[in-house]
T-cell receptor, first 115, second 113 residues
Framework: SQQGEEDPQALSIQEGENATMNCSYK?????LQWYRQNSGRGLVHLIL?????REKHSGRLRVTLDTSKKSSSLLITASRAADTASYFC???????????????FGQGTILTVHP | ETGVTQSPTHLIKTRGQQVTLRCSSQ?????VSWYQQALGQGPQFIFQ???????GRGNFPPRFSGLQFPNYSSELNVNALELDDSALYLC????????????FGPGTRLLVL
């Protein structure tokens, strides 16, 4: 079963606009990550935010995490046509040591940026 | 490019057949995980291998099995293929000490007819 639920399922915007995607999850987490996937190909890691962090930035990406609401958002500022892709949130429940790192993904948001 | 490679890129099989998918991990990564991604869905964790042994498994039947070799390359084997096995299969590698970030290969798209 999916841990995360993403909203919206699809988002269509014009170049230069901001895109915001939301993710909700069900259980306690070590961290939450966002990945990008172009046209059903491999996943590219974008950004990771730990459970004790509230906000993180990387270039045009801004991620927030609200552990009390079990939710996260990904903001892409000044979007470009090349940002067109599917975006997934993923939670990591256990990592390192003798446990294993199982990523649990949401169903994703399809972002289309029109030139 | 993550340095993780998978082969083949595409594969067509018929129901009941067996399939083997291959993955070569990024250099220095001794942990490999496999995921299944059905069309329009997020990836689902199949299992993880470390030191050539299965080290965690998702909700997949035993006909999904794997191997990890001393050079950290890996195989995913699926027996008695079913139509619902049609999906993109992704492998991801990570160093054992830090599994927070996993590096994904481009995937193998399997179609079962």
């Amino acid at each position: 079963s999916q841990q995360g639920e993403e909203d919206p399922q699809a988002l269509s915007i014009q170049e230069g606009e901001n895109a915001t995607m939301n993710c909700s999850y069900k259980t306690s987490i070590n961290n939450l990550q966002w990945y990008r996937q172009n046209s059903g190909r491999g996943l590219v890691h974008l950004i990771l935010i730990r459970s004790n962090e509230r906000e993180k930035h990387s270039g045009r990406l801004r991620v927030t995490l609200d552990t009390s609401k079990k939710s996260s958002s990904l903001l892409i500022t000044a979007s470009r046509a090349a940002d067109t892709a599917s975006y997934f949130c993923a939670t990591l429940l256990n990592a390192g040591g003798t446990s294993y790192g199982k990523l649990t993904f949401g169903q994703g948001t399809i972002l289309t940026v029109h030139p | 490019e993550t340095g993780v490679t998978q082969s083949p890129t595409h594969l067509i099989k018929t129901r009941g057949q067996q399939v083997t998918l291959r993955c070569s991990s990024q250099s220095g990564h001794n942990t490999v995980s496999w995921y299944q991604q059905a069309l329009g869905q997020g990836p689902q964790f199949i299992f993880q291998y470390y030191r050539e042994e299965e080290n965690g498994r998702g909700n997949f039947p035993p006909r999904f099995s794997g191997l990890q070799f001393p050079n950290y390359s890996s195989e995913l084997n699926v027996n008695a293929l079913e139509l619902d096995d049609s999906a993109l299969y992704l492998c991801a590698s990570s160093p054992r000490r830090n599994q927070e970030t996993q590096y994904f290969g481009p995937g193998t798209r399997l179609l079962v007819l």
